[in-house]
T-cell receptor, first 112, second 113 residues
Framework: EAGVTQSPTHLIKTRGQQATLRCSPI?????VYWYQQALGLGLQFLLW???????NRGNFPPRFSGRQFPNYSSELNVNALELEDSALYLC???????????FGSGTQLSVL | GESVGLHLPTLSVQEGDNSIINCAYS??????FIWYKQESGKGPQFIID?????DKRQGQRVTVLLNKTVKHLSLQIAATQPGDSAVYFC????????????FGAGTILRVKS
């Protein structure tokens, strides 16, 4: 069984550009979560999608947005990139709300 | 449950010894707790979970203890191996968090051979 897959593995952008990160959950999982992990820091919750709807949002500005598609895959979009957006972006999926999350390997976003 | 900075606590243990990693969680109403292991360049990997109606749960070489009175969670690793070297995160979940996992800052475990 394939795990959570994220693409691209690495992404380099410049300030002001837009970034799109993609995630495919484990087959059968309907919930997708996005977390930001800055260097040396813990995981900060960004967004939670379930059954195509945004269910919860972390304390991030509106330029962080996303969506979930009918096949439960998800996209995270970051507009007007800032230097401090440089981080590892982790996607996770779960089969039920409040159950354990399975993480992908992340997308390393570097903003120059 | 929010990370606080670059200086993660570090636990150094000798190979073969037992390790105990501690975590103070934030919300007394949290009802679900998880431990994750994160190796360099990888995403967090599930280790073990426990619900608030239990105070102890055992897995393969790992035990999680929950003390709700003092809001404390611990992970015990028996016969620690070099492959256990990683950053360990505890996470809590509850309705007050809007049903999302909130992660602690993490602890670095270094296993000396």
């Amino acid at each position: 069984e394939a795990g959570v897959t994220q693409s691209p593995t690495h992404l380099i952008k410049t300030r002001g550009q837009q970034a799109t990160l993609r995630c495919s959950p484990i087959s059968g999982h309907t919930s997708v979560y996005w977390y930001q992990q800055a260097l040396g820091l813990g995981l900060q919750f960004l967004l939670w999608y379930d059954e195509g709807e945004e269910r919860n949002r972390g304390n991030f500005p509106p330029r962080f947005s996303g969506r979930q598609f009918p096949n439960y895959s998800s996209e995270l979009n970051v507009n007007a990139l800032e230097l401090e957006d440089s981080a590892l972006y982790l996607c996770a999926s779960s089969s039920r709300r409040n159950e354990k999350l399975f993480f992908g390997s992340g997308t390393q976003l570097s903003v120059l | 449950g929010e990370s606080v900075g670059l200086h993660l606590p570090t636990l150094s243990v000798q190979e073969g010894d037992n390790s105990i990693i501690n975590c103070a969680y934030s919300n007394s109403a949290s009802d679900y707790f998880i431990w994750y292991k994160q190796e360099s360049g990888k995403g967090p990997q599930f280790i073990i979970d426990i619900r608030s109606n239990m105070d102890k749960r055992q897995g393969q070489r790992v035990t999680v203890l929950l003390n709700k009175t003092v809001k404390h969670l611990s992970l015990q690793i028996a016969a620690t191996q070099p492959g256990d070297s990683a950053v360990y995160f505890c996470a809590e979940n509850g309705e007050e968090y809007g049903n999302k996992l909130v992660f602690g800052a993490g602890t670095i475990l270094r296993v000396k051979s």
